[in-house]
């Protein structure tokens, strides 16, 4: 993911992104990896290689995976917190029955979804 500013981003999703279980374990200057349990690292946040300013895409977003609900909603209310705007509340959706999640937008403007199947995960 593009950023503008890779200081405010990395103390973003250091922060947000504990809430699922992953943390960086990559810091460069101008880019941080963040890897789950497994220590892949899965998601980067990048400063441009072209210096040109970092943009988000119309119809992109990125999907998060959570343990449970209780880890959706702490992901959507730290991410809020941290500067980030809601795009929809944590909470079931009618485009799947087993479906639990939120979303919203980091720094940059992002959209960031994060979600758990009820399926395995009745605490909703």
């Known amino acids: 993911m593009g950023t503008n500013d890779i200081t405010a981003a990395t103390q973003f999703y250091d922060t947000v992104l504990a809430t699922i279980g992953?943390?960086?374990?990559?810091?460069?200057?101008?880019?941080?990896?963040?890897?789950?349990?497994?220590?892949?690292?899965?998601?980067f946040l990048i400063v441009p290689f072209n210096d040109q300013t970092a943009t988000?895409?119309?119809?992109?977003?990125?999907m998060?995976?959570?343990?449970d609900s209780a880890a959706v909603r702490a992901f959507h209310e730290t991410a809020l917190e941290c500067g980030g705007t809601d795009e929809g509340k944590?909470?079931?959706r009618s485009y799947h029955p087993d479906y639990?999640?939120?979303y919203v937008r980091d720094l940059d403007g992002n959209k960031l979804n994060v979600s758990v199947s009820l399926e395995?995960?009745?605490d909703a």
């Open 120 to 122: 395995t995960n009745l």
């Open 90 to 92: 944590p909470g079931p």
């Open 56 to 62: 988000f895409g119309n119809g992109s977003q990125f």
């Open 100 to 102: 639990y999640g939120a």
């Open 64 to 67: 998060f995976y959570a343990t």
């Open 22 to 43: 992953m943390r960086r374990v990559l810091t460069e200057p101008r880019e941080v990896g963040y890897a789950g349990a497994d220590g892949r690292i899965s998601v």
